[in-house]
């Protein structure tokens, strides 16, 4: 009986070893995901400020 708990815990044990592994992955892509959509939008403000700036610049000239 011991036998068959011992494979049938390391099994479980084994299965949520995956599981969390799956999850960190995800995880792990996500907040890589979200960082490089940061950066994107940051450079898309500097992007438009550098324009308004340009547009002010040609205005008051």
């Known amino acids: 009986m011991t036998s068959i708990f011992c494979h049938f815990s390391s099994n479980l044990c084994s299965i949520y070893s995956a ?6 992955t995800n995880l792990e892509i996500n907040k890589a995901v979200d960082l490089k959509d940061r950066e994107l939008k940051i450079k898309k403000l ?16």
Request: charged share 35%; hydrophobic share 40%.
């Open 46 to 61: 500097e992007l438009l400020k550098k324009r308004n700036e340009n547009i002010l610049l040609i205005c008051f000239r």
């Open 19 to 24: 599981d969390n592994n799956v999850k960190i």
